[in-house]
């Protein structure tokens, strides 16, 4: 049974930091591919960062610069360092992961397994 949790969200001012992580367990190996998304009331989903096996990551032009993704393979958990924030990064942020060669690792249909979301507000 595969289970991620995220963690890390909550309230700050535009210009403030915050770090999400995402606890991943019920696989041995760590994820073929892992990313964050996000999703406003009434909005589709989008993708903030995704990251693979091998380290390589890509990002989303509105995060670009403010957002890091990165991955302890050894604790199983995916982070997203979120510095400059801003009013419109106001969302709830989920991780995704999927563990097998999906087409690509840039869209919500790539991943099957999702965590329950961890919600960020940014105030101005």
């Known amino acids: 049974q595969v289970h991620l949790v995220e963690s890390g969200g909550g309230s700050v001012q535009a210009g403030g930091s915050l770090r999400l992580s995402c606890a991943a367990s019920?696989?041995?190996?760590?994820?073929?591919?892992m990313a964050w998304f996000r999703q406003a009331p009434g909005k589709e989903r989008e993708r903030v960062a995704s990251?693979?096996?091998?380290?390589?990551?890509s990002y989303a032009d509105s995060v670009k610069d403010r957002f890091t993704i990165s991955k302890d393979n050894a604790k199983n958990t995916l982070y997203l360092q979120m510095n400059s924030l801003k009013p419109e990064d106001t969302r709830i942020y989920y991780c995704?992961?999927?563990?097998?060669?999906?087409?690509?690792?840039?869209?919500?249909?790539?991943?099957?397994?999702w965590g329950q979301g961890t919600q960020v507000t940014v105030s101005s």
């Open positions: 019920g696989y041995t190996h760590s994820a073929y591919c």
């Open positions: 995704a992961a999927v563990w097998w060669y999906p087409p690509t690792c840039l869209y919500s249909t790539d991943f099957p397994y």
């Open positions: 990251i693979g096996s091998d380290g390589t990551t």
